[in-house]
């Protein structure tokens, strides 16, 4: 009898490691979702593309994300990263007014920013009256250098 009990015992036992996952070998234990990294995420989709009054056609796209560090398609992104960081991710200081005379030929450049800098969303947009005025209004910055 004594030897019944016993063996009752260590398959209850091991039953219950069993059953609550304790005992079994290999079973995965689900983790909380979290950010592994220490950086808020940057990624953006900066394009270029010639606008016809209803809707824009894209000419050239290219990503770029900044964290943990430069990134992307972007043929500069170090420098693209660089620029963004010395505006706070304000796009609307990166461009000035026009630095050289330009045609006044209506053929219209619009540009675009779409992502997440450091966290926060991103969706800008801003229109030239044509190439030259665009390449005028961007001449310090490697962001819509591509």
């Known amino acids: 009898m004594r030897y019944n009990i016993g063996r009752l015992s260590i398959i209850a ?22 950010s592994t990294s220490l950086y808020a995420p940057s990624a953006l989709v900066l394009s270029v593309g010639k606008s016809n009054g209803a809707a824009v056609t894209v000419q050239r796209a290219v990503t770029l994300s900044c964290a943990p560090r430069p990134s992307g398609t972007h043929p500069s992104p ?16 990166l461009t000035t007014p026009p630095q050289r005379s330009c045609t006044r030929e209506w053929d219209p450049v619009v540009i675009n920013a779409n992502g997440v800098w450091q966290g926060r969303s991103v969706s800008w947009s ?21």
């Open 78 to 93: 170090t420098a693209a990263c660089a620029d963004l960081l010395a505006v706070d991710g304000e796009f609307t200081q």
């Open 126 to 146: 801003a229109t030239f009256g044509n190439a030259c005025e665009m390449q005028a209004s961007l001449t310090e910055g490697s962001v819509f250098g591509f």
């Open 13 to 34: 036992t091991a039953s219950a490691l069993i059953m609550t996952g304790m005992g079994a070998v290999g079973v995965a234990q689900a983790q909380p979702v979290q």
